[in-house]
């Protein structure tokens, strides 16, 4: 048996562990490439990191070096050093240019004229971010194959939980380009979760994994348990998966970059200064993550800046302004997420897991505690984090966790559904539908029922349009519950002899897969991945009406098509107990409204408004005690923090227990 290798691709530095033939796990060392000490504020920190996913390149466009040293040159070469590549992975090169990403990068981005995403331009070449991450796994290959003196083709590669199946498949492919020849995936926050040494018994534990890398925020929420009979094993149970794919600490950087152009009064910053500004923003995020205080030096065109910079204002920037996403709200909201839609509470939870170097910021420790403020044992394990006493380490966790997940039983589940768009015939108009085949959280390897197309076309010719089906927590942010993401195309030779049908399906790398085929020949098509890559919010159902007829004299209006949907009545509660819900519906609608108009961010009755609206979407009755508990918590923290006037604080208790007590 090969030694296995797991690898942590990451947005601004990758890692890998080895798994020997006798059974030992190993760092992988890089060999060469280490920092020359060459710029100044390459700090000691920046010099362990083993991969740095930075790749330089030549002045005719053919690569150079990757690691410490094309980092280096970043703030000199910015044109010809390449890094960020996993936030350009499986996204369209308009998705990229709308939100804005394509431009914090220095270096050259066109569309890819094939399939609307990216190509990264360089000299008188041009790669696909797949392209490029492949260089990187053959970096990572040559160094542990040089370290164990033997050839390693088999990896276990590690993608972010919230990637959907169409940005897993160009890592695989990457994978595979590089040079391995077996190959599994396993979301991040599960590899983390397996690395660390969590003591627990045959009964599972609640463990959310809080993972915040440069590129992602990945939030899991699972059980972890050991095996009845081999008590030596252990396996990890996903309940929920959430995140959000365009939020780390390379988001971070551009706030505390901006902090720092408005406090050193830079503005027009040329590609080569604005490299420099970028290194020091990150640098400055790393060092406040141990000290309260810093002064950051650094050099524009021969002249010497100081900033003085402290945490306070780094979580200010953080919270931002304005339509700026409040990163630290975003996070609390989406632990949350995961917590309710696995159907926990926050104290219920009996283990924390924390990944990436983000998450070693004072502001994020902050943003746990509040969520956890009703759990002693996880704000006292969060102390020992915080305090250094963690015993791993989170920026070395994923790939450790990888390469033991050869031999480990993961149950994972992929949070979007995906299936396709179909059309409903009438005699008014053609409706188009979505078709869910895959529901979202379904666990992979899987296989849908087949779908058998009830239409035909004259010209024997099919496109199919693929749909996603999102997490409810984008749906929540995008306003969109459906995206179109791809065609899939088939075609029959003859048009008469036909009945299609279609299937979809996860292979166990958590790739999409979409065969069609004709019932009545052998005529089949079978696709991995998204051959025709978009992405566009949908909104269903679409109507497409045929020639306008006269209307019928007895008309009701647009409703009358059956539509709209009138909300269903909910049957009569006792009295009190009715009149202490309203009472909860009013107070809670109430105290947001003074939450979003106070002048600071309050994260913890944000909390406090969220746990509530959980236990009322459980079963209000049964909840009541624990309702009430919860409203007389948020009634008294609103009024400590001068949300609530004195009157209004006492008012509103006595009314409560005026209802409660009847």
């Known amino acids: 048996m090969a030694s296995w290798i797991g690898i942590d691709l990451g947005t601004y530095n990758s890692s890998a562990a080895i798994k020997t033939k006798q059974g030992a796990i ?5 060999r060469g490439g280490k920092s020359k000490g060459i710029v100044p504020f390459i700090s000691q920190q920046e010099k362990s990191k083993e991969f740095p996913s930075f790749i330089s390149f030549n002045k005719n466009g ?7 040293n094309s980092k280096e040159k970043a703030y000199s070469e910015p044109e010809f050093v390449v890094w960020g590549i996993k936030r350009l992975l499986g996204k369209t090169y308009t998705e990229l240019k709308e939100s804005g990403e394509l431009d914090r990068f220095p270096y050259r981005i066109r569309p890819n004229r094939t399939n609307g995403q990216c190509l990264v331009v360089v000299g008188e070449k041009s790669y696909t971010p797949g392209q490029l991450c492949a260089e990187i796994f053959k970096k990572i290959k040559h160094d542990a194959e040089a370290q164990t003196n033997e050839k390693i083709d088999s990896v276990v590669v590690s993608v972010p939980a919230y990637f959907d199946p169409v940005r897993v498949t160009p890592i695989v492919e990457a994978v595979r380009n590089a040079g391995f020849i077996h190959i599994k995936t396993i979301p991040e926050p599960v590899a983390a979760a397996l690395a660390y040494h969590i003591d627990i018994t045959i009964k599972p534990i609640k463990v959310l994994v809080f993972d915040l890398g440069a590129g992602t925020l990945d939030v899991t929420a699972g059980y972890m348990y050991r095996h009845p009979d081999r008590t030596d094993e252990f396996g990890f149970q996903v309940e929920k998966n959430r995140g959000n794919s365009r939020l780390g600490g390379i988001d971070m950087d551009d706030r505390v970059l901006k902090l720092i152009q408005k406090k050193c009064q830079l503005s027009d910053v040329a590609p080569v200064n604005m490299a420099i500004l970028r290194r020091t923003a990150e640098i400055a995020k790393i060092r406040l993550s141990a000290e309260t ?31 700026e996403i409040n990163i630290l709200e975003e996070c609390r909201r989406q632990i949350m997420s995961a917590i309710d839609e696995a159907d926990w509470a926050p104290q219920e939870i009996e283990h924390v897991i924390m990944i990436g170097g983000p998450t070693k910021l004072s502001c994020i420790h902050e943003v746990l505690k509040i969520v956890f403020h009703s759990n002693p044992m996880i704000l006292q394990q969060l102390e020992q984090f915080y305090s250094g006493k963690e015993p791993l380490d989170r920026m070395t966790a994923v790939s450790i966790g990888a390469v033991m997940s050869v031999d480990r039983k993961v149950d994972d589940r992929v949070p979007h559904g995906h299936g396709i768009e179909v059309i409903e015939f009438s005699e008014e108009a053609k409706t188009y539908v979505p078709k869910i085949l895959i529901p979202r959280d379904s666990p992979y390897p899987f296989k849908s029922e087949q779908y058998v197309l009830e239409y035909m076309t004259f010209s024997g010719l099919y496109d199919f349009k693929i749909v996603q089906h999102v ?19 088939f075609a029959v030779k003859n048009p008469n002899m036909c009945e299609v049908i279609l299937q979809m399906g996860y292979n166990a790398n958590k790739e999409l897969e979409v065969t069609i085929k004709n019932a009545l020949t052998t005529e089949s098509v079978p696709y991995v991945g998204i051959n025709q890559f978009s992405c566009t919010g949908l909104k269903y159902p679409r109507i497409e009406k045929r ?13 009358s098509n059956g539509l709209e949907r009138k909300p269903q009545k909910v049957s009569p509660s006792p009295e009190a107990h009715d009149k202490f819900i309203k009472w909860v519906l009013a107070t809670i609608v109430f105290v947001e409204r003074k939450v979003d108009n106070h002048p600071t961010p309050q994260m913890l009755i944000s909390q406090i408004l969220d ?3 959980s236990l009322l979407r459980k079963d209000p009755k049964s909840e009541c005690a624990s309702i009430y508990t919860k409203l007389n918590g948020l009634i008294w923290n609103a009024s400590s923090r001068g949300l609530l006037t004195q009157s209004e604080f006492n008012t509103d208790f006595r009314r409560a227990l005026t209802v409660i007590l009847g």
Do not use: N
């Not at 190993?26 to 890089?30: F, L, M």
């Not at 053919?62 to 410490?68: F, P, Q, Y």
């Not at 030096?297 to 931002?320: R, V």
């Open 293 to 323: 205080k810093i002064e950051q030096e650094f050099q524009l065109d021969g002249k010497e800046y100081h900033c003085i910079l402290d945490q306070m204002e780094l979580q200010s920037a953080l919270e931002g302004t304005g339509i």
């Open 26 to 30: 190993e760092i992988v060392k890089s």
């Open 611 to 613: 746990e509530i609206r």
């Open 471 to 489: 997490p409810k927590s984008e749906f929540q942010q995008s306003g969109y519950e459906y995206k179109f993401i791809g065609i899939q195309k």
């Open 62 to 68: 053919s690569i150079d070096e990757i690691g410490m």
């Open 547 to 559: 020639p306008p007829k006269p209307p019928a004299p007895d008309s009701k209006g647009s409703g």
